[in-house]
Each structure stands twice: as structure tokens, then as C-alpha cells.
């Protein structure tokens, strides 16, 4: 059979269009970061706002600890296992998560920091050569309890402030508290880690603006529910980055998740073509990333005869075509369902 050259482009589009819900924040467990940041000491504050700093490095690297650790109070330092957010030495045990469990939450973290130069890891010793300025790390481990965190928090990061990043700091993420489910585990570890990197909270807010609750529910039910990892992270649907146009009362700014984070680390290079050009791509299976809003990728694959495509993602509504070698679409191709 003779072989056919066919485009996959695949398009970034978040339509929202759902109605907005605060209904069901108050069975889920919170980000503790402003309890903890109002409650700590003015000398603490002081050295946290001094080590902060806002300038875009060319790669940034995050370290997912799932081995334990024995915490003490002082500044922030995750090559000393010192905390601002602890007032005595404290034993955070491991969670109890299957390796599969750990290795899921990794690609899930990795996947919402894709479009950016950061680097996931779980290597201690990889992390520990790796210069300070430029990685921070999130402790993952049981019940806020071992920190002496309330009931009901989910996790805990000391926080700068919008725009300012704490090198070499580390947040707090407790598996326990989502009943070790990765889809959670890895959110709450996405959200902390994000707050060291200067992200502040996705608020609530009605048509005018006014402000409602500080953390954002997300929109609507089913697959293509969003929920802004900043925000309440309710639905179970989509989870990504999220941008508005109010002004937060609390920042004093509209906060837009992903340039806050541009402003720290540089963008990936475009890895697919916006046009349909280029060498056919091989392999069974094929990774793109989406690096930022309005790119459009295009994958070039020779058919040897008929099959199927499947298209996924975690954290984008994708909007797929199926293109012939004039760039139309090929009205031989059947539909199936998928996300």
C-alpha cells in the first residue's frame, strides 16, 4: 500500500464558558501559606523578603523529596533542612505512596511546568549539585500534624510575594491529607512549589470584579472542568495555570499565573512546528508540549495503512485536526470519542 504523508496539528484552546461554583472548597483541605506567613515572626519576614529575587534565570530546578526528613527551624535552606515555617525540630516520615504512585505525581508536577525550563528530579544528589540560586525543593510527606500544621491543611510554603521567587527554599506537601492520591498529591505539590516561585492565590471574583473568596473553584463538571492550580482545585477536571483581569485585594494586582512564572524562568523552545513542514516523526507514541497560549504543533506521520490516533492531555482541552498533504482536513477520517 502506498504510503500517505497526513498533518496532526494540535491546537492550545481554553474555552470558559462554565458557570462559576464556591461549592464543595470547604470539604477540601487548604493551602496553610497565609496563616502561616501572618503568624511569623517580623525578623523571619524580613530575611525571607531580603533573599527573595525576581530575575529570569535560563533554568530553574524543583526537587520532589519522598524520603523523609528531620526539619529544624531558621531560614529557609534546603541544602540544611532549616525551615521559617517550623518553631522546633521536626520529623516529617516519608509518605506512604507506591513508587508508581511517586512516579505519577512526578510526571503530573513535570507536565504542569512543561512549558517552562524547569527541571523535575528526585535526585537528592543531583538537587544538592545544583547551584542554590537557581532550585527549590517540596517536601512531601504525611499529615500537616509533623510540622505542626492544623487539620485541614493540604500543604505550606513560605511566600515573598507576587513576582519574587525564594532560592533554594522548600514547601511542604501532605499526602496523607488527600488520602495519597496522585492527581491531588501532585496538584497541592504544584501549588506549593509555585508560591516559591512568587505565584499568590486565583481568587473568586463575580462579573464586576468583586471579590468573593480567595481561592478560585474552577469551572464546570466532567473532563473538561478546569481548576486553576492556584486556586481551589475542586472539580477534577483540568488543572493548569490560570490569568485574570481583577485586581486582587490582597496583591494588589491582576495575577497571571504564567507569566509570573516567564518572569522567573525562560520558555522551552517551540518543540513542533507551527506549519506543516518538517520530516515525518516516528515512534508509537509521540510527546509535544504546548509552550504557550495560541501555539499550534504539527506532527508529519506516514501511514502504512489504516489506524488509529489517539490524542491526550492532563492539563489542556486540546482541539485536534487531521490534515491530508494539502493541508485540508481528510474527510476519510472517522472520529472517535477521547480528550
Wanted: net charge negative.
Amino acid at each position: 500500500m502506498k504510503k500517505q504523508i497526513i498533518a496532526v496539528s494540535v491546537f492550545f484552546t481554553l474555552a470558559f464558558t462554565y458557570e462559576l461554583s464556591a461549592q464543595g472548597l470547604n470539604d477540601r483541605p487548604i493551602c496553610g501559606t497565609d496563616q502561616v506567613m501572618s503568624a511569623m515572626p517580623n525578623e523571619l519576614k524580613r530575611e525571607i523578603a531580603t533573599s527573595a529575587t525576581a530575575f529570569q534565570a535560563s533554568e530553574l530546578m524543583l526537587y520532589l523529596n519522598f524520603n523523609g526528613a528531620t526539619v529544624r527551624p531558621g531560614f529557609g535552606n534546603a541544602d540544611t533542612l532549616t525551615s521559617s515555617l517550623v518553631n522546633g525540630q521536626r520529623f516529617c516520615p516519608p509518605p506512604s505512596l507506591t513508587q508508581a504512585q511517586k512516579d505519577e505525581i512526578v510526571r503530573l508536577v513535570a507536565d504542569d511546568f512543561s512549558p517552562f525550563n524547569v527541571r523535575v528530579t528526585t535526585d537528592a544528589a543531583e538537587f544538592a549539585a545544583y547551584p542554590r540560586l537557581f532550585k527549590e525543593m517540596c517536601l512531601v510527606t504525611t499529615n500537616p500534624s509533623v510540622i505542626g500544621q492544623p487539620s485541614g491543611v493540604g500543604g505550606v510554603s513560605p511566600f515573598a510575594g507576587l513576582g519574587n521567587r525564594l532560592p533554594g527554599d522548600f514547601a511542604f506537601a501532605f499526602s496523607a491529607a488527600y488520602g495519597n492520591d496522585p492527581t491531588e498529591v501532585a496538584l497541592v505539590v504544584s501549588h506549593e512549589s509555585a508560591h516559591l516561585l512568587g505565584l499568590g492565590h486565583q481568587h473568586l471574583f463575580d462579573a464586576s470584579c468583586n471579590f468573593i473568596t480567595e481561592y478560585h473553584p474552577g469551572f464546570g463538571t466532567g473532563p473538561t472542568a478546569f481548576d486553576p492550580i492556584m486556586g481551589g482545585g475542586v472539580h477534577g477536571g483540568i488543572g493548569n495555570w490560570f490569568a485574570q483581569s481583577c485586581f486582587s485585594p490582597i496583591y494588589g494586582l491582576p495575577v497571571d499565573d504564567y507569566q509570573l512564572i516567564n518572569d522567573q524562568v525562560t520558555v522551552r523552545p517551540d518543540d513542533f512546528p507551527d506549519v506543516p513542514t518538517g520530516d515525518a516523526v516516528t515512534g508509537n507514541e509521540i510527546n509535544g508540549v504546548l509552550e504557550r497560549a495560541g501555539d499550534v504543533d504539527y506532527f508529519k506521520i506516514n501511514f502504512k495503512g489504516p489506524g488509529p490516533i489517539r490524542v491526550t492531555s492532563d492539563n489542556i482541552d486540546l482541539k485536534v485536526s487531521i490534515l491530508n498533504l494539502g493541508g485540508e482536513t481528510d474527510g476519510r477520517v472517522q472520529r472517535s470519542g477521547g480528550h
